[in-house]
Structures are given as C-alpha cells and as structure tokens.
C-alpha cells in the first residue's frame, strides 16, 4: 500500500508507504526539459539492507537459515514483503495458522507448510509505515511541473525487465524502473507492431496518463509474449496465459499542479 497527502495551498506533501509498492515524484528539467525521477518511499523487501537486516537481528542468529531460505530473500521463502497488511500467517505464533488460516482457502495456502515448519519467534512481518515529508515548493516556484506516480510491485518488474533490454548491447549502466517509469510518462500510446494489420489504439481510452503509462510498458518489455497471449485462439489461449504471468499492476498518475507542459 502506497499514498500521499498533498496540501496544495502551502505545497507540502506526505507520503507513506507499507510494502513493495512505489511513490515517485517525476520533475521537468529546467534546462533541457527531460524528466528527473525520484522514488520517494522504501521498499519493504528483503531485498532492502534495511530491511533485512531489522528482520534479521529482531529474531535469534539460529534462524537466520530459516528466516531466508533463497535467493530472493523471501520470508520462508514464500513471502517477499517485510512489511504488510494482512499476512498473518507471520505475525501471529504458529497455533493460528494450524487452527484457523489453514481452514480458510486463499491464495496463501501454499505457504502454510513453510510456515508451520520456520515460524518460532513471531512477528516476521510487521505493519509499521515508512512515513516522509517533502516540500513542493521550489520545485513550483521552478515551473517544474511536479507529477506524482502511485504503483504496485507488477509495473515495477515491467519497468525494471524493460530497463534490462535498454541495457543490451551497450557499456552504459541500465537506467533504473524508476527513470524508466519517468521516461514513459506522458507518452503517446505506441503502436502494436505483433498486430500490423490493425491499430488498436483508436479503441483504447484517451486522455489517461495511468493507462498510457502501464499500455507502453506493457507492449515495450514483453511485446513477444503479450502479442502471442492476445491473438492465441481457444486452448492455446490457456496455454499462452501461462507464460504470460505478471504481478499486479495498479497505477496511479497525479498532477498536483496542472500545466499545459508534459
């Protein structure tokens, strides 16, 4: 869960943060007009220093093998966030999940048993919020043209999967999702070039930044995959949806400023 709080009468904002969502504030450079992007709040993840080390040293160095059982640093390896609401699998003594979650069909039953197996010392999980505050005023003095982008963990992996196909082939280092999200805002819709013989984006909503935003990051990172899916038939259509698996993507774009510039 990500969110702000904009008091536009003394340009002042708060953001707060619980998760793996992304808060970013994406500003007009005054000299070249190119966009600066910045993530404003932490990612709860194991993948966050922070992070994993809080989670760590909150619980006894014997569990530490337990705690992070792969590579992606998840919680038992089976839960990515280290910071939520919900997931009480985590945050409540193993007695809970045996008596009651277990009996309650969800998406999380496939982590009962890992959970049953490591949970000792609980919580793992906590719901404490990353809170911040940022001044908006010199960037409205500047004609910076201050735009604000609320997203989920699954525009991330879009961006970062793009960022890493922006890298082949050169000996630069590959531009962040965040810059990547920036870079794709206010972009016209791109054409679909796995659907030559047909333009798609006449029946696609206008004037909507998010949609616009999440459209050309979809058709722009996984192309290939995305034509397959939607011009399959039948049962292959099944079979294609397989490959096609992508986090939730929900996305939020905000002007607290209107101007005429992109």
Not at 59 to 68: D, K, T, V, Y
Request: with cysteine; glycine share 6%; hydrophobic share 40%.
């Amino acid at each position: 869960m990500a969110s702000v709080l904009i008091d536009k009468s003394e340009n002042r904002m708060w953001v707060c943060g619980v998760g793996d969502s992304s808060v970013v504030l994406s500003c007009k450079n005054s000299t070249d007009s190119k966009r600066k992007s910045v993530l404003l709040n932490t990612h709860h993840t194991g993948h966050t220093p922070q992070e994993y080390h809080r989670v760590t040293l909150e619980h006894p160095s014997h569990e530490r093998g337990n705690i992070w059982l792969d590579e992606e640093e998840r919680i038992f390896g089976t839960l990515s966030m280290t910071r939520s609401f919900g997931d009480f699998m985590y945050k409540l003594p193993p007695f809970f999940t045996a008596k009651l979650f277990c009996l309650v069909p969800s998406t999380a039953m496939k982590s009962v048993e890992s959970v049953l197996k490591y949970n000792r010392t609980p919580p793992y999980v906590i719901a404490d919020p990353f809170v911040r505050f940022v001044d908006l005023a010199g960037l409205v003095s500047k004609d910076e043209n201050p735009v604000v982008i609320i997203y989920t963990d699954g525009l991330e992996a879009l961006a970062y999967k793009l960022s890493t196909l922006l890298l082949k082939g050169t000996e630069s280092s590959a531009p962040s999702p965040v810059d990547v999200v920036g870079a794709f805002l206010g972009q016209p819709l791109h054409p679909l070039t796995w659907a030559p013989s047909k333009d798609y984006t006449d029946v696609l909503p206008g004037n909507n930044e998010a949609f616009a935003l999440m459209y050309n990051l979809f058709t722009k990172a996984i192309p290939d995959k995305l034509g397959a899916h939607l011009m399959a038939n039948g049962n292959d259509s099944d079979k294609r949806a397989e490959d096609l698996y992508i986090d939730d993507v929900t996305v939020l774009v905000f002007r607290p400023f209107p101007t005429s510039n992109v």
